[in-house]
């Protein structure tokens, strides 16, 4: 494969040799704990990559701010996640999030899910980040109280932000759901469309079931009524059904993905392994 | 009295734009909320949301007023010699005439 780039910089080849044009993945195995915190991590990032398409296109200037004001919230987390497994396995944060394959990301696939630039509406946005951000909100709440310390004083930082990312979407999930006919009719098609996926935000397996024994995290089927109680009067204020949850589950905690995932790390990893170790 | 194109067009376009707020940020407790801008919100509570997204995103404050800016009563900016003006002259109203014992320092 040719490549389309530019000369390369000259701060490039201060670093040593920038003569491939793609990097080698990491080889990285994680224990279940740490695959616990990837999880977590990554759905954090994938997210933020996803709401970065909202920069500059929000349907107002201050919303724009609020969008890009959240993103950089859960970049933040997935930083302070990334780095902490990064120092238990010999990597740092840039190589774990920009080096590794489709099958080593670990986030939900609902946040992978195609975004503004797919031709979702904000209407999608806003389901998708109340959804997330009451999950998140319960998740942070119970690894305040984490076996592992610096989880800890990670969650209780991220707990705050979250609380207000909740009561930031919620407000604009009331407003969209009882607002005009075109609003509500674009909030139940958003909501049909990502309910499907939330069923895997409260699945189990062995790594949740190791997290919950050393203390480490909750499992994800622990933090279900609690999003519950959050998710019901919302949509029963903004006059949304909640639909019933389906047979299907998606698996991106098991690193299995979406068909979009493959374009999303293509272009979120591009500059790294163009430039390994590039900064800014 | 008949409206002028002006405020034709600008009734049309308050119709569909959402109303404009101030908004006055407190630094720290002790200090005054002092006016630092305004935006466009549908009502109090998304005005006083993206405030805090717009105006307070850099630690500026620990305390948000938003007030309708169509609510607050402004002096006229073509009285401005009759209202301040007289005021110029009138330097005694200052207290700059008394004399500080030593031991006071700086006030």
Same mark, same amino acid.
């Given at each position: 494969?040719?490549?389309?780039?530019?000369?390369?910089?000259t701060t490039a080849s201060a670093s040593g040799s920038v003569a491939s044009t793609t990097t080698e993945s990491i080889v990285f195995a994680p224990t279940p704990l740490q695959a616990y915190l990837m999880r977590i991590g990554d759905?954090?990032?994938?997210?933020?990559?996803? @709401?970065?398409?909202?920069?500059?296109?929000?349907?107002?200037?201050?919303?724009?701010i609020a969008l890009t004001n959240l993103a950089l919230d859960l970049v933040g987390q997935a930083r302070a996640l990334l780095t902490h497994v990064g120092r238990q396995t010999g990597f740092d944060e840039d190589q774990l999030a920009f080096l590794r394959n489709e099958r080593?990301?670990?986030? #939900?696939?609902?946040?992978?899910?195609?975004?503004?630039?797919?031709?979702?509406?904000?209407?999608?946005?806003?389901?998708?980040?109340?959804?997330?951000?009451?999950?998140?909100?319960?998740?942070?709440?119970? &690894?305040?109280?984490?076996?592992?310390?610096?989880?800890?004083?990670?969650?209780?930082?991220?707990?705050?932000?979250? =609380? !207000?990312?909740?009561?930031?979407? /919620?407000?604009? #999930? #009331?407003?969209?759901?009882?607002?005009?006919?075109?609003? *509500? =009719?674009?909030? =139940?098609?958003?909501?049909?469309?990502?309910?499907? !996926?939330?069923?895997?935000?409260?699945?189990?397996?062995?790594?949740?079931?190791?997290?919950?024994?050393?203390? &480490?995290?909750? *499992?994800? #089927?622990? &933090?279900?009524?609690?999003?519950?109680?959050?998710? /019901?009067?919302?949509?029963?204020?903004? %006059?949304?059904?909640?639909?019933?949850?389906?047979?299907?589950?998606?698996?991106?905690?098991?690193?299995?993905?979406?068909?979009?995932? %493959? !374009?999303? @790390?293509?272009?979120?990893?591009?500059?790294? =392994?163009?430039?390994?170790?590039?900064?800014? | 009295?008949?409206?002028?194109?002006?405020?034709? $067009?600008? $009734?049309?376009?308050?119709?569909?734009?959402?109303?404009?707020?101030?908004?006055?940020?407190?630094?720290?407790?002790?200090?005054?909320?002092?006016?630092?801008?305004?935006?466009?919100?549908?009502?109090?509570?998304?005005?006083?949301?993206? +405030?805090?997204?717009?105006?307070?995103?850099?630690?500026?404050?620990?305390?948000?007023?938003?007030?309708?800016?169509?609510?607050?009563?402004?002096?006229?900016?073509?009285?401005? +010699?009759?209202?301040?003006?007289?005021?110029?002259?009138?330097?005694?109203?200052?207290?700059?005439?008394?004399?500080?014992?030593?031991?006071?320092?700086?006030?």
């Amino acid at each position: 494969m040719t490549t389309a780039f530019a000369p390369l910089p000259t701060t490039a080849s201060a670093s040593g040799s920038v003569a491939s044009t793609t990097t080698e993945s990491i080889v990285f195995a994680p224990t279940p704990l740490q695959a616990y915190l990837m999880r977590i991590g990554d759905t954090c990032l994938i997210h933020t990559q996803r @709401l970065a398409e909202w920069s500059g296109h929000a349907p107002i200037l201050e919303e724009d701010i609020a969008l890009t004001n959240l993103a950089l919230d859960l970049v933040g987390q997935a930083r302070a996640l990334l780095t902490h497994v990064g120092r238990q396995t010999g990597f740092d944060e840039d190589q774990l999030a920009f080096l590794r394959n489709e099958r080593d990301f670990r986030n #939900v696939t609902l946040v992978e899910l195609p975004g503004r630039r797919a031709g979702r509406d904000f209407a999608d946005a806003v389901v998708r980040n109340f959804l997330l951000a009451a999950w998140m909100n319960v998740l942070w709440s119970k &690894l305040e109280s984490s076996s592992d310390a610096e989880i800890a004083a990670i969650a209780g930082k991220a707990v705050k932000e979250s =609380r !207000y990312h909740v009561a930031h979407a /919620a407000d604009w #999930v #009331v407003r969209l759901g009882d607002g005009t006919d075109e609003s *509500m =009719r674009r909030t =139940r098609q958003a909501v049909d469309r990502l309910w499907p !996926y939330t069923a895997e935000l409260f699945e189990t397996d062995g790594i949740d079931t190791a997290a919950a024994e050393a203390g &480490l995290g909750p *499992m994800r #089927v622990s &933090l279900k009524a609690e999003w519950d109680a959050i998710v /019901a009067p919302v949509f029963a204020e903004a %006059g949304l059904n909640i639909p019933a949850t389906g047979a299907f589950r998606s698996t991106g905690t098991r690193g299995v993905h979406s068909e979009h995932m %493959g !374009y999303l @790390l293509a272009e979120m990893q591009t500059l790294q =392994r163009t430039l390994p170790g590039g900064q800014w | 009295m008949t409206a002028s194109k002006t405020d034709i $067009a600008n $009734a049309e376009a308050q119709a569909h734009e959402w109303p404009l707020w101030e908004v006055f940020v407190r630094p720290k407790a002790g200090l005054d909320h002092k006016h630092c801008g305004s935006l466009h919100a549908a009502d109090s509570k998304m005005a006083l949301q993206l +405030a805090r997204e717009v105006y307070t995103r850099r630690q500026e404050g620990i305390s948000v007023w938003i007030v309708r800016s169509d609510q607050i009563v402004a002096s006229d900016p073509a009285d401005k +010699a009759m209202l301040f003006d007289p005021m110029e002259d009138k330097v005694y109203r200052h207290p700059t005439f008394y004399e500080l014992p030593p031991e006071v320092g700086h006030m």
